[in-house]
């Protein structure tokens, strides 16, 4: 059975940076496509992006996708997702969830982690 664990989040200052991780136990992830989703306080469950198990990705965040970008690690059976040039409306916790092709529909996964709090905040 596929568990996925995420880490990485914390507080960081506007224009930071912080690199979240999301590391599978039970499976090999690079059987999954993986997603991450946000969910900022008082909103709903939101895409961020995607990547494939062959590593190409989508962006579901048009107006972040130059500094939010996911990659993946198929030795440490972990997808990591990259965020640069931070601000406050980045501020949620972030979710990332698998299964065998991307959607950005949240109801379509089965395979999620408990979710990581960034924060932004001077």
């Known amino acids: 059975q596929l568990q996925l664990v995420e880490s990485g989040g914390g507080l960081v200052q506007p224009g930071g940076s912080l690199r979240l991780s999301c590391t599978a136990s039970?499976?090999?992830?690079?059987?999954?496509?993986v997603a991450w989703f946000r969910q900022a306080p008082g909103k709903g469950r939101e895409g961020v992006s995607c990547?494939?198990?062959?590593?190409?990705?989508?962006s579901y965040l048009l107006s972040a996708q130059d500094r939010i970008t996911p990659d993946r690690d198929s030795a440490k059976n972990t997808v990591y997702l990259q965020m640069n040039s931070l601000t406050s409306e980045d501020t949620a916790v972030y979710y990332c969830?698998?299964?065998?092709?991307?959607?950005?529909?949240?109801?379509?996964?089965?395979?999620w982690g408990q979710g990581t709090q960034v924060t932004v905040s001077s």
């Open positions: 969830a698998a299964r065998l092709y991307c959607s950005r529909n949240v109801n379509d996964y089965d395979h």
């Open positions: 039970g499976a090999n992830l690079d059987d999954y496509s």
């Open positions: 990547i494939r198990r062959g590593g190409l990705y989508t």
